[in-house]
């Protein structure tokens, strides 16, 4: 017996019972701003029989749109002649009218090709289905290439495609608020592999808030795919156009959030072509990082004067860390080539030991080691610590319930834990919170959380082994104020505060401690670690860089 538990074996109809859970979510936040096309779906669908139903869901499933009958094989449902035939005469399913070509010969076996194409193309020996499939497009016409349809559509129900498939693709995007998750997340939770925390899905708390706001998403995923097209084709023309509708405003902070990401991209692309006005009309627009980096950059050649009052305005008022940094590099050159008289940036001094070890497998390792001769523990933790300790410290406010943060079962933190709009939309329950933790016992009430909450998915904490221990210690060994500070360091900006720190945490418990970022021969402090011993000197932390170099033994 090794101990192991084995995962929950799931009923044959599984996939079934999860698509109603799924439809019901969607219904029950969105029903009001459905079209008459997707509730007749709802409608039909819940009308249909239920191996007909659990047929359109395994066929929505996969890669289609064609399947051919024959080869429709699933034990739990049996015969699906009956299926079939009622899922045409009620429209979950079609008989296709001219299908491309494309689609037609992945049905087909590479044998199945050379025997219906044999007279067409006497000498295809030896070519792979990919050759073969590409001979017979450049040499054949329309009509002959569809002869495998002609002889499919001649039988009944031999060949099928699942219809609404344009409101199932909808339904996915209001379950999961974005155009790249599916199912699969049913099946993950109901294995066993994680656990969910709990919070209400309900109309109040909808991603969506009208139907504008749905539909100008999806007319972006289109644009999206337009752009990548035309980029590819370095069609400046379309380019251009696309620029000029992503301008207009949206109606909505979620299509905000998705047009401020295409006008990132595409002002890029702009940049890269030389198209100076129109990059620069986009980022003016822009509510993203690094939009505002990106137009003083581009300013600064031109226009050094608006590049540095825009420098001062990030300055002033940073959207995030990376920003911040920015404006403190580029306001003294920017001044400096106005005529203004600048103090050079003071050069970072941080505290620094420089070691030569034997070389090991791990250079973080070697250096623990060799601390552990003057600290009683020594622990090789990058993000894990301070990550778990803001996810445990703030559990509560990650999962309130605010509008557009919390819209299906299967989140690991609301949708707007990486932007600035988490820190805005929670200003006073997050006050609060640091007050509450400005007094408390930090270690009874973290690890209170901790066994609370324990194999919880949470995005900030990794459930690993020895985390509790670990946590303990340093909880009750690294000072309040230390703590707190790092915490709000993290809210300023999660995405990027969540990494960056240093390598090692030195404990001596109950009296003292000390961060090390650990470098090896060749290695180089990246910005946003640079960044975290700027704060530690400022905040009274004690941390510093190990360099390591080997020695021959």
Not at 225 to 231: F, I, P, S, V
Not at 420 to 440: G, T
Request: proline share 6%.
């Amino acid at each position: 017996m090794n101990g192991s538990v084995a995962p929950p074996v799931l009923p044959p109809r599984y996939y079934l019972e999860n698509f109603h859970k799924f439809v019901a979510t969607v219904e029950q936040q969105y029903r009001d701003i459905l079209t008459e096309n997707e509730r007749a779906f709802l409608s039909t669908f819940a009308d249909a029989s239920e191996i007909l139903q659990c047929l359109y869901v395994r066929l929505v499933s996969r890669r289609g749109p064609l399947f051919r009958a024959e080869a429709l094989h699933y034990p739990e449902l049996g015969d699906l002649t009956a299926a079939l035939a009622e899922g045409l005469r009620c429209g979950l399913l079609q008989q296709p009218e001219k299908p491309d070509f494309a689609h037609l010969a992945r049905l087909l076996r590479k044998a199945e090709l050379e025997t219906i194409y044999a007279e067409h193309l006497p000498s295809q020996a030896g070519l792979r289905k990919p050759e073969l499939i590409q001979l017979l497009v450049s040499s054949l016409d329309q009509d002959q290439l569809l002869i495998p349809w002609k002889r499919w559509r001649s039988a009944q129900c031999a060949l099928v495609q699942p219809m609404y498939t344009e409101v199932i693709v909808l339904l996915r995007l209001l379950f999961f608020g974005n155009d790249y998750q599916d199912l699969t997340e049913f099946v993950v939770s109901d294995l066993g592999y994680t656990q969910h925390a709990s919070y209400p899905l309900d109309p109040e708390y909808r991603l969506f808030k009208s139907r504008q706001e749905v539909d100008e998403y999806l007319e972006l995923s289109a644009l999206k795919t337009l752009m990548k097209e035309a980029a590819i084709k370095n069609d400046r023309g379309t380019l251009v156009a696309l620029g000029r509708r992503l301008r207009e405003s949206a109606s909505g902070s979620v299509t905000e959030g998705v047009r401020d990401r295409l006008r990132l991209r595409l002002a890029r692309q702009f940049e890269r072509e030389g198209l100076y006005r129109e990059a620069r009309e986009l980022y003016q627009r822009c509510g993203l990082h690094p939009a505002r980096q990106r137009l003083t950059r581009l300013l600064a050649e031109r226009e050094p004067k608006t590049a540095l009052a825009l420098c001062e305005k990030i300055s002033a008022d940073p959207w995030c860390e990376a920003e911040r940094d920015f404006a403190r590099r580029s306001r003294p050159t920017l001044a400096k080539r106005l005529g203004h008289k600048v103090s050079p940036l003071p050069r970072d001094r941080f505290d620094e030991d420089r070691l030569a070890l034997p070389k090991p497998k791990s250079v973080e390792r070697a250096a623990a080691l060799h601390y552990l001769e003057g600290w009683p523990e020594a622990h090789h933790l990058e993000n894990l610590l301070f990550n778990a300790s803001f996810g445990l410290a703030f559990w509560q406010e990650i999962f309130l319930p605010v509008a557009g943060a919390f819209i299906n079962p299967f989140q690991a933190a609301p949708l707007d834990m990486y932007t600035p709009r988490f820190e805005r939309s929670r200003r006073v329950a997050l006050r609060r919170r640091l007050d509450h933790l400005s007094q408390c016992d930090l270690a009874d009430t973290l690890l209170a959380t901790y066994e609370q909450q324990q194999g919880i998915t949470n995005s900030w904490v990794a459930w690993r082994a020895g985390l509790r221990s670990v946590l303990e210690t340093a909880l009750r060994t690294v000072p309040r104020q230390h703590w707190l500070a790092i915490w709000q360091r993290m809210l300023f900006d999660p995405e990027a505060n969540r990494n960056g720190f240093p390598d090692l945490l030195l404990l001596n418990p109950g009296h003292g401690y000390r961060l090390v970022e650990v470098k090896g021969p060749g290695d180089q402090l990246q910005a946003n670690q640079r960044r975290w011993l700027r704060f530690f000197q400022t905040a009274g932390i004690p941390a510093g860089i190990c360099w390591v170099s080997w020695t021959d033994a």
